[in-house]
T-cell receptor, first 113, second 118 residues
Framework: EPEVTQTPSHQVTQMGQEVILRCVPI?????FYWYRQILGQKVEFLVS????????KSEIFDDQFSVERPDGSNFTLKIRSTKLEDSAMYFC???????????FGQGTRLTVV | AQTVTQSQPEMSVQEAETVTLSCTYD???????LFWYKQPPSRQMILVIR??????QNATENRFSVNFQKAAKSFSLKISDSQLGDAAMYFC???????????????FGEGTQLTVNP
């Protein structure tokens, strides 16, 4: 069964460093998303991406964040200068169309020290 | 902005019994989608069931069913014949009806941790 794959499963980075989280969405899906979940808190929407551009973003998704689809398969989330409060589980998701279910990856746990 | 509230941080159920998880939401929209996602200890988010607001019939997926009360803005999940593998965090989520490129985001509730006792 097709699935969304995220790498790495866990990343530790020093405060101020840049980090790139990688995702391979389901191959025929057209819409891509990033969500985050700070430990013990709600899952929060960050950004959606379609046709090589951001279609919607939340107030969390500030200038420190960027997304890219560098080739036909990967979808990445970059955090330019990580802060302690960026420590969270980051989930990538994809959907075939806007009105179909989003399928989530297994998440990347980011720890900023 | 839409909000989703799950007032039960924790619930427990005996194996083979039935449990209902509550969810309420606030919206001014008439067309939208509601979802229940399961998050086991592996932390992956797994879709359990989906409901379109325009459908009066409650969605059912095997042992999982919902009670959708649009006027009350309530969307509860019933798990019948509970199994040990049902133990997980359950999240209720809302999504607007999509108009062009808007409404793609899911808004999640706080989650309910379900324990299944053998």
């Amino acid at each position: 069964e097709p699935e969304v794959t995220q790498t790495p499963s866990h990343q530790v980075t020093q405060m101020g460093q840049e980090v790139i989280l990688r995702c391979v969405p389901i191959s025929n899906h057209l819409y891509f998303y990033w969500y985050r979940q700070i430990l013990g808190q709600k899952v929060e929407f960050l950004v959606s991406f379609y046709n090589n551009e951001i279609s919607e973003k939340s107030e969390i998704f500030d200038d420190q964040f960027s997304v890219e689809r560098p080739d036909g398969s990967n979808f990445t989330l970059k955090i330019r200068s990580t802060k302690l409060e960026d420590s969270a589980m980051y989930f990538c998701a994809s959907s075939l169309r806007l009105n179909t279910e989003a399928f989530f990856g297994q998440g990347t746990r980011l720890t900023v020290v | 902005a839409q909000t989703v509230t799950q007032s039960q941080p924790e619930m427990s159920v005996q194996e083979a019994e039935t449990v209902t998880l509550s969810c309420t939401y606030d919206t001014s929209e008439s067309d939208y989608y509601l979802f229940w996602y399961k998050q086991p200890p592996s932390r992956q988010m797994i879709l359990v069931i989906r409901q379109e607001a325009y459908k009066q019939q409650n969605a059912t997926e095997n042992r999982f069913s919902v009670n959708f009360q649009k006027a009350a803005k309530s969307f509860s999940l019933k798990i019948s014949d509970s199994q040990l593998g049902d133990a997980a965090m359950y999240f209720c989520a809302y999504r607007s009806e999509v108009l062009e490129t808007s409404g793609s985001r899911l808004t999640f509730g706080e989650g309910t941790q379900l324990t299944v006792n053998p």
